[in-house]
């Protein structure tokens, strides 16, 4: 069962070890228009279960979905001076639709804050109408040059939440809420990903936005990825839109809209945080497949001591398949298992069989014991469970060991060649952001020395996280 | 509570009042782009119910879901030369993006049978391969010149399937599965619309296939509507992709392609099947909520025992909402909750508390019980049961008492005025259909007299369902 041929290791060239996963694993592939990308059924079942976990979530925090349309008039964007200026360059655009030429070229949505701006405007009336939380699943285009799947495509999957409130207050707490009990909980909670969540400065800022809060990941490379935004739009877009409420006072001011999003991008982060060079490892409370009970070989009771194991752990509530393929050697089925990266492995043979024992293989420690037949659904809820937990710990440990603390931007660049650095902000600044991006380095976000995410970029005191990124 | 200003009657308008439950019922707008549509939360809700219901069905017939993208090079359109012809005219073509012109214009998927083509090809290798089975859940457009908001929008929502099968015989019963056993069962059991399943005509075929199925509906007005199509793709995809695969005698040969698809029109369908004059009727397994158990005023204990109604209903698996809203007039929200056809409504006021007992509205046979409260559960539990059958029995009665017998092309010309012809297919052939649709008529489907589907259209002693359509 050597594994030499089936990756290249992360150490070698982690961008190839990438493309490797993605293409053995079946998740992926390049689609035929540039930057755009196949999910195969292996990825897709994984971004499925993300939407599951993160649309419980979402409904939780009171917003609604809906759906609206892929096509957006040019002039729509056109309304809000920084996000028109901040998406024009990677704009598709339909001029020729039904056999002719339109007379306003359409632009294919980028992200939807404006046709959401023009309808909620028609929906509010009265404060009576507040908080209007709304959410879609959707794809959206933003042209790339240098595509990668799940990371970087011109086309991609997501929840997009756009939220209309009646003062400051209740928008900034709502982003806040979304950024900490959908995003960040769920990101730890299932996929065992523990992200920083934390403001943006003014120069990382989404095009239009008053404040951008961010979930930070470090990959197994030492750079960082967004896995998700939360927005404070302030009244920028209630004014391009009009989007005002009859107040108590009979007054009509401006409201206050969110709006916040994850993406196909989880994937991607997924991949490099837990995978190693075996391949995928999927935290348990995310996978679809949590147990594949494995025919090694043909033999009497093969067959039905596995058909019985699989009905015990899904009558126990696991998620199990059954791999029943003995005509395929053994060892390239486990390779193909450890590629996807199926927390639990079930080995049965003949002999165990007659042993009344099987072999209970986790991916993630990478043990394999020999379990009595009756404990079998006891290990592998044991199992499950403390490798979700194991997961989260060494992405924690990992994370941690590849952050160093700084005092200048020199010091910084070079951290950020192996992880990240933490900086005064006070030492870093509009100037420190431009002698960073020399070196291709960012601020990842900005946190108060107690963890804590800020109210403002203007705060005193604050710490930036510094690093590379995807 | 006068309904006369709610909504236009069906038989004074019934367009009208299409479109008059779509705008009151919330259920979406027409987009600012010609032709689209934003679906609003309670519309959104209907149709994130029918995705789960036909998802479970569609992962029970062995189909994984994946996801291609949105943009299809135009030169994988033009390879097969009917698909080319009947898309061309309604495509939507992206040529600028990314700040420059493309050389090679990017057409907005109508549907994916090339793209996903393309990749099959390369992913099939052997017989081993096969049935390969896909499923996409995706937005697709076609240009639409009369658009019609669920029933004809430029843009829509739908799930796609595209299979790979060694053999014609094994193509052809995976495509009438998929019409027998996931459309037709979920329509009939899960919406209560009793479809009709049939074969279309040559002259109705979906662009490019070998045989189209259709699952038909007659709508509320008599018109037909088709709800959903499974198609036999012979080998024409195969040719014009290259699907080929090793067989076990060592040859290659062309394999054998379905496609088949079910969209928001179905949103449409509901509507015309089960609306009347005061809105919407939701069948109860369909419904996202199924009880509203509303405070007609505020009053002593009246908040608790709504309180105590929601939990136990809940508790006993039934989906249930709150309406607390007393500061709004009870006749404005009785309205409401007719109009949106939620299936019962439990009414609570002060008088109720004392009484002990509340009053169960059913929306769909329009009873009003007053009902003990230690009886409520299984009187909801008994209702929603027997009104999910009672809409599809008056579904059905209503489909044949507006169909009828005939035998020439002038009856069923006359028939369609109304409601639906039976008429043998012998009777019509292509010169009939040309003759019918100079009246916009059209042959709906092909049954055999036992009202069984076809093998092919060929076949003796066929009947034609015949009728306007939308």
Redesign the interface.
Known sequence: MSRAAVLTSQVSDFPRWYQDVVAKAQLA?N???RG??????YG??I??RMQAELDARIKDAGA??????????ES?LQREAEHVEGF????????????KDLEE??V?RPTSET?FG??MA?WVQSYRDLPLL?NQW??V?R???RPRVFLRT??F?WQEGHTVHATQADAAAYARRILHETYAAMMVDVLAIPVIPGIKTPKERFAGAAHTLTCEAMMRDGKALQMGTSHEMGQNFARAFDIRFLDAEGERPYAWTTSWGASTRMVGGLIMTHGDDSGLRIPPRLAATQVVVTMVKAGEGVAELAGTLVDDLRAAGVRVALDDQVAVAYGRRAVDWELKGVPVRIEIGPRDVTAGTVTVVRRIPGTKTPTPVAGVVAAVEEALSADQAALLREAEEFRDSRTVDVATIDEATEAAGSGWARIPWAAVGEEGEARLAESAVTVRCLLRPDGSVPEAEDEPDLIAIVGRSY
């Open positions: 592939d689609g035929p228009v755009t990308m196949v999910i195969r059924p897709y079942a971004w499925e609604q979905n809906a759906y609206f349309p892929l096509f957006i008039p729509y024009s360059p990677e704009l598709a655009v339909v001029t020729h639709a039904g056999g070229p359409i294919v046709i023009e309808y028609k709304l959707a794809n285009v042209w790339e040059l011109s086309e999957l």
